[in-house]
């Protein structure tokens, strides 16, 4: 981790008063990030109402380089994000083509990356910011 990234991420830490939970003293570069994304469970950030989904889909990064597919279980969509379980992390900021299956055939969805979290299965929560909001008749056909 470059050295300011590093030093702004430990006056944050240190800094934040307004979390209900107090960053620990880290010691690592792992730990430290840990510690600032880190909220406590009852605070939600979310604009939309999230929708358990629980489809499995391909996903693949838009760059100018050709990237591999990667396999992803939609965990949850709402009508301006969604949630995706991959296997390894991406990095925030990475825009993502998400291929869904609707009942008219497959939508091709944008969306960028906007939050990470490591599940307890050692699979990632990768929270993604949609390009185009859906509508809520669109969430419903996909959840549907």
Known sequence: MPQLTRSLLRWWASSSQTSAVAAP???SDDELLQAVLA???DTERRGAIRHLCGLI???RLISLVARPTLAAVIRDIS???IGLVLEK???LGTFLA???SAGRGRRP???QVVALRRQAEGDWLVGCLLLRPL???QVDELVS
């Open 109 to 111: 969805l944008r969306a």
């Open 57 to 59: 889909t391909d996903c």
């Open 89 to 91: 992390p991406l990095p």
């Open 79 to 81: 009508t301006t994000g």
């Open 25 to 27: 003293a880290a010691t």
């Open 98 to 100: 998400v291929e869904i």
């Open 135 to 137: 509508s809520a008749e």
């Open 39 to 41: 909220e406590p469970p």
